[in-house]
Protein backbone atom coordinates (compact mmCIF):
# COMPACT_ATOMS: atom_id res chain seq x y z
CA UNK A 1 0.00 0.00 0.00
CA UNK A 2 1.21 3.46 -0.60
CA UNK A 3 0.02 4.44 2.95
CA UNK A 4 -0.49 2.34 6.29
CA UNK A 5 -3.58 1.00 6.39
CA UNK A 6 -5.53 1.49 9.54
CA UNK A 7 -6.64 -1.24 11.87
CA UNK A 8 -8.17 1.76 14.52
CA UNK A 9 -11.27 2.48 15.71
CA UNK A 10 -11.71 5.67 13.27
CA UNK A 11 -10.68 7.18 11.41
CA UNK A 12 -10.73 3.88 8.71
CA UNK A 13 -9.80 3.26 5.58
CA UNK A 14 -11.39 5.07 2.73
CA UNK A 15 -11.92 4.17 -0.82
CA UNK A 16 -9.63 5.72 -3.20
CA UNK A 17 -12.76 6.63 -5.30
CA UNK A 18 -14.38 8.11 -2.55
CA UNK A 19 -11.00 10.23 -1.13
CA UNK A 20 -11.31 11.68 -4.68
CA UNK A 21 -14.82 12.51 -4.72
CA UNK A 22 -14.07 15.20 -2.76
CA UNK A 23 -12.09 17.27 -5.31
CA UNK A 24 -14.90 18.47 -7.32
CA UNK A 25 -15.59 21.66 -7.75
CA UNK A 26 -17.48 23.61 -5.88
CA UNK A 27 -21.35 24.46 -6.15
CA UNK A 28 -23.38 26.42 -4.27
CA UNK A 29 -25.27 25.14 -1.52
CA UNK A 30 -28.09 27.93 -1.56
CA UNK A 31 -28.39 27.11 -6.19
CA UNK A 32 -30.55 24.84 -7.64
CA UNK A 33 -28.22 21.33 -7.84
CA UNK A 34 -27.19 21.41 -4.51
CA UNK A 35 -30.76 20.33 -3.14
CA UNK A 36 -30.80 17.48 -5.47
CA UNK A 37 -28.09 16.02 -3.83
CA UNK A 38 -28.32 16.72 -0.44
CA UNK A 39 -31.69 15.15 -0.50
CA UNK A 40 -31.04 12.22 -1.95
CA UNK A 41 -28.33 11.75 0.72
CA UNK A 42 -31.24 11.85 3.20
CA UNK A 43 -33.30 9.55 0.78
CA UNK A 44 -30.30 7.25 1.32
CA UNK A 45 -29.10 7.47 4.97
CA UNK A 46 -32.88 6.68 5.70
CA UNK A 47 -32.23 3.26 4.05
CA UNK A 48 -28.76 2.73 6.07
CA UNK A 49 -30.27 3.80 9.64
CA UNK A 50 -33.33 1.45 8.98
CA UNK A 51 -35.79 4.64 9.35
CA UNK A 52 -38.52 6.46 7.87
CA UNK A 53 -38.37 9.16 10.38
CA UNK A 54 -36.72 12.31 10.02
CA UNK A 55 -32.50 12.59 9.42
CA UNK A 56 -30.37 15.10 9.53
CA UNK A 57 -26.72 15.70 8.32
CA UNK A 58 -24.22 17.89 9.91
CA UNK A 59 -20.63 19.60 9.91
CA UNK A 60 -19.60 17.85 13.45
CA UNK A 61 -17.99 15.18 14.73
CA UNK A 62 -20.18 12.86 16.92
CA UNK A 63 -19.36 14.74 20.01
CA UNK A 64 -21.40 17.71 18.20
CA UNK A 65 -24.67 15.19 18.22
CA UNK A 66 -24.09 14.38 21.44
CA UNK A 67 -24.25 17.88 22.86
CA UNK A 68 -27.24 18.01 20.08
CA UNK A 69 -28.90 15.53 22.31
CA UNK A 70 -28.64 16.60 25.69
CA UNK A 71 -30.03 20.29 24.62
CA UNK A 72 -33.07 19.21 23.08
CA UNK A 73 -34.32 16.75 24.83
CA UNK A 74 -34.21 17.73 28.46
CA UNK A 75 -36.14 20.91 29.70
CA UNK A 76 -35.41 23.23 32.79
CA UNK A 77 -36.10 20.97 36.24
CA UNK A 78 -35.45 17.31 34.53
CA UNK A 79 -32.69 15.39 34.30
CA UNK A 80 -30.84 13.21 32.25
CA UNK A 81 -29.64 9.37 32.85
CA UNK A 82 -26.36 9.05 31.85
CA UNK A 83 -25.13 5.77 31.62
CA UNK A 84 -20.68 5.12 31.60
CA UNK A 85 -19.16 2.26 30.89
CA UNK A 86 -15.81 3.69 29.21
CA UNK A 87 -14.54 6.59 27.77
CA UNK A 88 -17.49 7.51 25.39
CA UNK A 89 -20.26 7.31 28.02
CA UNK A 90 -17.96 9.71 30.53
CA UNK A 91 -17.74 12.05 27.76
CA UNK A 92 -21.51 12.35 27.36
CA UNK A 93 -21.90 12.70 30.82
CA UNK A 94 -19.48 15.39 30.50
CA UNK A 95 -21.36 17.36 27.87
CA UNK A 96 -24.61 16.78 29.95
CA UNK A 97 -22.78 19.35 32.71
CA UNK A 98 -21.46 21.25 30.28
CA UNK A 99 -24.51 22.23 28.68
CA UNK A 100 -26.27 22.56 32.15
CA UNK A 101 -27.97 19.80 32.57
CA UNK A 102 -28.75 17.95 35.57
CA UNK A 103 -27.17 14.80 35.44
CA UNK A 104 -27.55 11.12 36.90
CA UNK A 105 -24.00 9.29 36.18
CA UNK A 106 -24.31 5.80 36.77
CA UNK A 107 -20.73 3.94 36.34
CA UNK A 108 -19.95 0.68 35.54
CA UNK A 109 -17.04 -1.50 34.84
CA UNK A 110 -15.25 -0.86 31.80
CA UNK A 111 -15.80 -4.12 30.12
CA UNK A 112 -19.79 -4.45 31.21
CA UNK A 113 -22.45 -3.61 28.95
CA UNK A 114 -25.54 -1.32 30.23
CA UNK A 115 -28.04 -4.27 30.96
CA UNK A 116 -31.84 -3.76 30.90
CA UNK A 117 -31.68 -4.00 35.07
CA UNK A 118 -29.62 -1.18 35.70
CA UNK A 119 -31.29 1.28 33.38
CA UNK A 120 -34.70 0.30 35.01
CA UNK A 121 -33.01 0.61 38.81
CA UNK A 122 -32.20 3.86 38.02
CA UNK A 123 -35.15 5.50 35.78
CA UNK A 124 -37.60 3.58 38.65
CA UNK A 125 -36.20 7.16 41.02
CA UNK A 126 -38.60 9.36 38.32
CA UNK A 127 -37.69 12.81 37.52
CA UNK A 128 -36.04 12.00 33.79
CA UNK A 129 -36.47 13.31 30.71
CA UNK A 130 -34.04 11.25 29.06
CA UNK A 131 -31.16 8.28 29.29
CA UNK A 132 -27.97 8.37 27.38
CA UNK A 133 -26.39 5.04 25.83
CA UNK A 134 -23.60 4.42 23.91
CA UNK A 135 -24.05 1.19 22.02
CA UNK A 136 -20.68 0.24 20.99
CA UNK A 137 -17.95 1.62 23.60
CA UNK A 138 -15.16 1.69 21.36
CA UNK A 139 -12.59 2.44 24.40
CA UNK A 140 -13.55 -1.10 25.92
CA UNK A 141 -14.81 -3.17 22.42
CA UNK A 142 -18.34 -3.55 24.37
CA UNK A 143 -21.63 -3.75 22.84
CA UNK A 144 -24.64 -3.05 24.84
CA UNK A 145 -27.87 -5.07 24.07
CA UNK A 146 -29.63 -1.59 23.53
CA UNK A 147 -33.10 -3.50 21.78
CA UNK A 148 -33.65 -5.04 25.21
CA UNK A 149 -32.97 -1.58 26.97
CA UNK A 150 -35.41 -0.19 24.31
CA UNK A 151 -38.37 -2.50 25.05
CA UNK A 152 -37.96 -1.64 29.18
CA UNK A 153 -37.78 2.00 28.82
CA UNK A 154 -40.91 1.78 26.41
CA UNK A 155 -42.74 -0.56 28.27
CA UNK A 156 -41.99 0.97 31.33
CA UNK A 157 -40.78 4.88 31.51
CA UNK A 158 -42.84 5.45 28.15
CA UNK A 159 -42.36 9.31 28.51
CA UNK A 160 -38.48 8.93 28.76
CA UNK A 161 -36.64 9.44 25.49
CA UNK A 162 -33.68 7.07 24.93
CA UNK A 163 -30.41 8.64 23.12
CA UNK A 164 -27.87 6.71 21.61
CA UNK A 165 -24.60 7.22 20.32
CA UNK A 166 -23.89 4.78 17.97
CA UNK A 167 -20.64 6.48 16.26
CA UNK A 168 -18.41 3.27 15.96
CA UNK A 169 -21.20 0.69 15.24
CA UNK A 170 -23.91 2.31 12.60
CA UNK A 171 -23.79 0.94 8.97
CA UNK A 172 -21.33 -1.76 10.43
CA UNK A 173 -24.29 -3.21 12.52
CA UNK A 174 -27.75 -3.96 12.26
CA UNK A 175 -29.93 -0.75 14.52
CA UNK A 176 -33.18 -0.63 13.58
CA UNK A 177 -34.30 2.41 14.92
CA UNK A 178 -38.06 2.41 14.41
CA UNK A 179 -38.83 -1.09 15.34
CA UNK A 180 -36.85 -0.74 18.76
CA UNK A 181 -38.24 2.71 19.22
CA UNK A 182 -35.28 5.18 19.85
CA UNK A 183 -35.37 8.77 19.50
CA UNK A 184 -32.56 9.43 18.84
CA UNK A 185 -29.08 7.97 16.83
CA UNK A 186 -26.41 9.73 16.54
CA UNK A 187 -23.37 8.46 14.58
CA UNK A 188 -20.21 9.75 12.31
CA UNK A 189 -18.60 9.38 9.11
CA UNK A 190 -14.97 7.90 10.01
CA UNK A 191 -15.77 5.00 11.62
CA UNK A 192 -18.05 2.09 10.11
CA UNK A 193 -19.17 4.56 6.79
CA UNK A 194 -15.67 4.51 5.78
CA UNK A 195 -15.48 8.29 5.14
CA UNK A 196 -13.32 11.18 6.47
CA UNK A 197 -13.81 12.75 9.23
CA UNK A 198 -16.21 15.81 10.14
CA UNK A 199 -19.81 14.59 9.26
CA UNK A 200 -22.60 14.20 11.63
CA UNK A 201 -25.23 11.59 11.11
CA UNK A 202 -28.52 11.33 13.36
CA UNK A 203 -31.85 9.57 13.28
CA UNK A 204 -34.48 11.91 15.37
CA UNK A 205 -37.88 10.60 16.28
CA UNK A 206 -41.09 12.55 16.02
CA UNK A 207 -41.29 12.45 19.76
CA UNK A 208 -38.03 14.20 20.22
CA UNK A 209 -38.47 17.11 18.09
CA UNK A 210 -42.01 17.40 20.15
CA UNK A 211 -40.15 17.36 23.33
CA UNK A 212 -37.45 20.28 22.01
CA UNK A 213 -40.42 22.83 21.22
CA UNK A 214 -40.57 22.57 24.88
CA UNK A 215 -37.02 23.03 25.90
CA UNK A 216 -35.73 26.59 25.97
CA UNK A 217 -32.24 27.73 25.18
CA UNK A 218 -31.48 24.98 22.48
CA UNK A 219 -28.50 26.88 21.03
CA UNK A 220 -28.57 27.76 17.32
CA UNK A 221 -26.23 25.45 15.33
CA UNK A 222 -27.48 22.56 16.73
CA UNK A 223 -31.09 22.94 17.12
CA UNK A 224 -33.17 20.27 15.97
CA UNK A 225 -36.33 22.27 15.22
CA UNK A 226 -33.69 24.73 12.91
CA UNK A 227 -32.83 21.76 11.33
CA UNK A 228 -36.25 20.53 10.39
CA UNK A 229 -37.03 23.65 9.36
CA UNK A 230 -34.52 23.96 6.72
CA UNK A 231 -34.56 20.17 5.93
CA UNK A 232 -38.38 20.33 5.82
CA UNK A 233 -38.75 23.00 4.33
CA UNK A 234 -36.56 22.16 0.95
CA UNK A 235 -33.58 24.77 2.19
CA UNK A 236 -31.06 21.74 3.21
CA UNK A 237 -28.93 23.42 5.76
CA UNK A 238 -29.18 26.40 7.93
CA UNK A 239 -25.68 26.84 7.93
CA UNK A 240 -22.92 26.55 5.44
CA UNK A 241 -22.65 22.31 4.81
CA UNK A 242 -19.41 20.05 4.48
CA UNK A 243 -19.94 20.38 0.47
CA UNK A 244 -16.34 18.20 -0.44
CA UNK A 245 -17.30 15.76 2.91
CA UNK A 246 -20.71 15.25 1.15
CA UNK A 247 -19.71 14.18 -2.20
CA UNK A 248 -17.91 11.87 -0.66
CA UNK A 249 -20.20 10.56 1.23
CA UNK A 250 -22.96 10.65 -2.09
CA UNK A 251 -20.31 8.08 -3.66
CA UNK A 252 -19.78 6.04 -0.36
CA UNK A 253 -23.53 5.73 0.45
CA UNK A 254 -24.19 4.29 -3.00
CA UNK A 255 -20.91 1.58 -2.41
CA UNK A 256 -22.87 0.60 0.94
CA UNK A 257 -26.15 0.13 -0.85
CA UNK A 258 -24.45 -1.58 -3.56
CA UNK A 259 -23.06 -4.01 -1.07
CA UNK A 260 -25.60 -4.55 0.57
CA UNK A 261 -26.37 -4.04 4.56
CA UNK A 262 -27.38 -7.29 5.50
CA UNK A 263 -24.09 -8.42 3.22
CA UNK A 264 -22.22 -5.84 5.18
CA UNK A 265 -23.33 -6.40 8.59
CA UNK A 266 -22.01 -9.79 7.77
CA UNK A 267 -18.61 -9.11 6.87
CA UNK A 268 -18.20 -6.93 9.72
CA UNK A 269 -19.30 -10.15 11.72
CA UNK A 270 -17.23 -12.88 9.84
CA UNK A 271 -13.68 -9.83 10.85
CA UNK A 272 -14.50 -10.17 14.29
CA UNK A 273 -14.88 -13.97 14.51
CA UNK A 274 -11.24 -13.95 13.12
CA UNK A 275 -9.71 -11.64 15.25
CA UNK A 276 -11.41 -13.90 18.31
CA UNK A 277 -10.48 -16.76 17.35
CA UNK A 278 -7.00 -15.33 16.22
CA UNK A 279 -6.49 -13.43 20.16
CA UNK A 280 -7.62 -16.88 21.31
CA UNK A 281 -5.31 -19.12 19.96
CA UNK A 282 -2.51 -17.42 21.64
CA UNK A 283 -3.95 -17.53 24.84
CA UNK A 284 -5.38 -13.76 24.60
CA UNK A 285 -8.53 -12.82 26.83
CA UNK A 286 -11.37 -10.48 25.35
CA UNK A 287 -11.71 -7.56 27.58
CA UNK A 288 -15.62 -7.43 27.27
CA UNK A 289 -17.84 -9.22 29.02
CA UNK A 290 -18.91 -12.74 27.20
CA UNK A 291 -21.74 -12.32 25.17
CA UNK A 292 -21.29 -8.37 24.92
CA UNK A 293 -18.03 -7.91 22.51
CA UNK A 294 -18.47 -5.46 19.95
CA UNK A 295 -18.18 -6.66 15.86
CA UNK A 296 -16.75 -3.83 15.01
CA UNK A 297 -13.56 -3.14 17.38
CA UNK A 298 -12.10 -5.92 19.39
CA UNK A 299 -10.66 -5.24 22.88
CA UNK A 300 -7.96 -7.47 23.89
CA UNK A 301 -6.83 -7.87 27.11
CA UNK A 302 -3.11 -7.79 27.88
CA UNK A 303 -3.16 -10.40 29.82
CA UNK A 304 0.15 -12.31 28.22
CA UNK A 305 1.70 -9.08 29.60
CA UNK A 306 3.72 -8.57 26.22
CA UNK A 307 5.10 -4.97 25.23
CA UNK A 308 2.12 -3.35 23.60
CA UNK A 309 4.03 -0.66 21.60
CA UNK A 310 6.24 -2.54 20.64
CA UNK A 311 3.71 -4.87 18.63
CA UNK A 312 2.38 -2.27 17.37
CA UNK A 313 5.79 -0.80 16.36
CA UNK A 314 6.38 -4.12 14.45
CA UNK A 315 2.75 -3.55 12.64
CA UNK A 316 3.47 -0.15 11.54
CA UNK A 317 7.71 -1.62 10.51
CA UNK A 318 4.68 -3.52 7.62
CA UNK A 319 2.01 -0.29 6.76
CA UNK A 320 -0.52 -1.82 9.34
CA UNK A 321 -1.56 0.60 12.40
CA UNK A 322 -3.43 -1.00 15.68
CA UNK A 323 -4.51 0.92 18.47
CA UNK A 324 -3.27 0.72 21.71
CA UNK A 325 -5.31 0.51 24.94
CA UNK A 326 -7.20 3.61 25.44
CA UNK A 327 -7.33 6.00 28.48
CA UNK A 328 -6.72 3.51 31.51
CA UNK A 329 -6.33 0.49 29.58
CA UNK A 330 -3.20 1.99 27.18
CA UNK A 331 -0.48 -0.85 27.55
CA UNK A 332 -3.23 -3.11 29.52
CA UNK A 333 -5.25 -3.96 26.26
CA UNK A 334 -4.88 -3.58 22.73
CA UNK A 335 -7.85 -2.72 20.39
CA UNK A 336 -8.28 -3.79 16.32
CA UNK A 337 -10.84 -2.40 14.38
CA UNK A 338 -12.50 -4.74 11.67
CA UNK A 339 -14.84 -1.51 10.38
CA UNK A 340 -15.55 -0.08 7.11
CA UNK A 341 -13.86 -1.33 4.15
CA UNK A 342 -11.92 -3.86 5.67
CA UNK A 343 -12.31 -7.56 4.31
CA UNK A 344 -11.35 -11.29 6.22
CA UNK A 345 -8.04 -10.70 3.22
CA UNK A 346 -7.31 -7.97 5.13
CA UNK A 347 -7.93 -9.23 8.19
CA UNK A 348 -5.69 -12.27 7.54
CA UNK A 349 -2.85 -9.82 6.20
CA UNK A 350 -2.64 -7.67 9.36
CA UNK A 351 -2.68 -11.27 11.67
CA UNK A 352 0.32 -12.95 9.69
CA UNK A 353 2.72 -9.93 10.30
CA UNK A 354 1.43 -10.23 14.28
CA UNK A 355 2.19 -13.47 14.45
CA UNK A 356 5.87 -12.60 13.26
CA UNK A 357 6.15 -10.50 16.69
CA UNK A 358 4.27 -12.76 18.72
CA UNK A 359 6.27 -16.14 17.53
Not at 121 to 142: C, K, P, R, Y
Amino acid sequence: MSHPRLYIPGPTEVNDDVLAAQTKPMIGHRGDEFPKRFYSLIDRLKQILLTEQHVYITASSGSGLQETAVRNAIRPGRKVLNMVTGSFGDRWQQVSVANGKESVRVDLPWGQPVRPEDVDQHLAAGGFDAITIVHNETSTGTMSDVGAIAALVRERYPDVLLLVDAVSSASGVRIPFDEWGLDMLLTASQKAFALPPGLGFTAVSERLLTRAATVPHRGWYFDLLLLEKYAGGGRTTPATPAISLLNAADLQFDRILAEGLEARWARHETCMEMTHAWAEQYGFELFPAPGYESRTVTCVSNNLDIDVPAMIAHAKRHNMIIGNGYGKLKNKAFRIAHMGELTPANMEELFEILDEYLS
